[in-house]
T-cell receptor, first 113, second 114 residues
Framework: DQQVKQNSPSLSVQEGRISILNCDYT??????FLWYKKYPAEGPTFLIS?????DKNEDGRFTVFLNKSAKHLSLHIVPSQPGDSAVYFC????????????FGQGTRLTINP | DVKVTQSSRYLVKRTGEKVFLECVQD?????MFWYRQDPGLGLRLIYF???????EKGDIPEGYSVSREKKERFSLILESASTNQTSMYLC?????????????FGQGTRLTVV
């Protein structure tokens, strides 16, 4: 059973516009959420995170929004740049245990010049 | 900066071979993980370890085992490689159970079993 879902396999956005990537989760025990970016043939790199006590976290061009009642989070990138073209994974973990991360399937973002 | 290093970028092995994938982290992290990435499936957890000599199964442990004899090193073992184990393997580490922290990943090992 997929506990973290990214329902859009791909997204294409024009340079300078906003990119919005979405993620849904089913496990109500998740209390920490992360976004990772991955280029081909490289490991994922951490982008931004949010704790369940918040509903928004910003870091430069990247903002993550969390809607706990809907079990939904989104990543906004504005303005989008060509270097943002990559696969984006959302991940979640539950407090306690080894805080293993559960990942979504990923969304391939392409920024067009 | 945290560094997680995987011993090989690319590996080609034959069906039935025993395969060892090595991972080393240099930041004294307590937790270490092995994931595999397949198209359309995201990253799936194979095994993880929260202390030396401690290990727990993840979501897809069948056909794999792990070893953690030292805190900085976590090895993934394919007991008898099969073609359905062709994948990108990713090692990660994170600080501890005591707070929310991100996991840091190695560069990945692309394993092909022929």
């Amino acid at each position: 059973d997929q506990q973290v879902k990214q329902n859009s396999p791909s997204l294409s956005v024009q340079e300078g516009r906003i990119s919005i990537l979405n993620c849904d989760y089913t496990n109500s025990m998740f209390d920490y959420f992360l976004w990772y970016k991955k280029y081909p043939a490289e490991g994922p790199t951490f982008l931004i995170s949010i704790s369940s006590i918040k509903d928004k976290n910003e870091d430069g061009r990247f903002t993550v929004f969390l809607n706990k009642s809907a079990k939904h989070l989104s990543l906004h990138i504005v303005p989008s740049q060509p270097g943002d073209s990559a696969v984006y994974f959302c991940a979640a973990s539950a407090r306690g245990g080894a805080q293993k991360l559960v990942f979504g399937q990923g969304t391939r973002l392409t920024i067009n010049p | 900066d945290v560094k997680v290093t995987q011993s090989s970028r690319y590996l080609v092995k034959r069906t039935g071979e025993k395969v060892f994938l090595e991972c080393v982290q240099d930041m004294d992290h307590e937790n270490m993980f092995w994931y595999r990435q397949d198209p359309g499936l995201g990253l799936r957890l194979i095994y993880f370890s929260y202390d030396v000599k401690m290990k727990e199964k993840g979501d897809i442990p069948e056909g794999y085992s792990v070893s953690r004899e030292k805190k900085e090193r976590f090895s993934l073992i394919l007991e008898s490689a099969s073609t359905n184990q062709t994948s990108m393997y990713l090692c990660a580490s994170s600080l501890s159970m005591r707070g929310n922290t991100e996991a840091f990943f190695g560069q990945g090992t692309r394993l092909t079993v022929v």
